[in-house]
């Protein structure tokens, strides 16, 4: 196996996921399923990753119980926290699941907005083949220099990288040019269509694209139950959806884009690694929360 050093910089969070049995009774209970675990894109993408490579995460922590849950999970996985912790409240996020699967995400950062451009610094220090960021980072004024910045560094180094958009809400209210101008151009965009679309400035997937593949050698797009496609050299590969049950959608693009990055880190062909982004990501839908 062609095993490579990953870094992935990004939040570091607790997710509370519900998924009410019940109507919501405003002024009293509701039976609820509900989980607590380590999540965040970035830290959902560095597991996934962990299956084949050597990976460390890099992020900021409070000095809280959320931060030891966080950081537990990440060294049960086999990833290495390169993080700060600060006084504070680790990043929690409650997602609210509802009967069809999808889902609305309530998202305290905590210290997250607070990781310094020095403990970075010293994580690039460490010898790397790929850097992955998640796109919090650019949509948070008080990291995305700091972003751009390690981008910059890891392509000094010679390594390749990589980004995942993440979230379309913030990505509106910043703008894309914005968001655009701070990545650059990496060896690998992800976005789902709906991020995608809104890159680009246009309804039209197929227009948002041309704007797009400017600033990623190779673009992935999730399409939710359409599946997925990657551009890359003038060429289009696309790969459906597994028809499964679905519970939840709590992390399946974040297993999508780990695992399709994983496999292509590994040398396998576009069309090997999209197809088995989707097995990761059905796998994840099955099930209340963001683990496969």
Known sequence: MNQK?????????????????????ITSDTASKVR???GGSAANIAVELALDHRVAFVGAVGHDAAGEVFL???RSAGVAPLVQILP???????????????RAMLTDR???????????????????????????????????????????????????????????????QLGATKFLRAIGRVTMLFANEEEACALGESRSLQRALTVIRA????????????????VSDGELVSKPSRDVEVVDTTGAGDAATGAYLSKRLSGRSRDQSLELAMSRAAKVVRKLGSRA
Not at 140 to 159: F, H, M
Request: overall charge negative; aromatic content about 4%; proline content about 4%.
């Open 5 to 25: 050093r990953v870094l992935v910089l990004g939040d570091a969070m607790v997710d509370v996921v519900v998924r009410a049995l019940e109507p919501v009774h």
């Open 36 to 38: 607590l675990g380590r």
């Open 72 to 74: 537990s999970d990440l």
């Open 88 to 102: 504070g409240s680790t990043g929690v996020v409650v997602v609210f699941v509802n009967d069809d699967g999808e």
């Open 110 to 172: 905590g210290v997250n907005g607070r990781l310094s451009d020095d403990a970075v610094l010293d994580a690039l220090a460490v010898p790397f083949d790929h850097l992955h960021v998640s796109g919090y980072t650019f949509l948070d004024p008080r990291t995305r220099t700091i972003a751009t910045d390690a981008l910059g560094a890891a392509r000094k180094l010679g390594a390749s990288t990589s980004v995942d958009v993440c979230s379309v809400g913030p990505l509106r």
């Open 215 to 230: 600033h990623g050698e190779e673009v992935v797009v999730t399409l939710g139950p359409g599946g997925a496609l990657v």
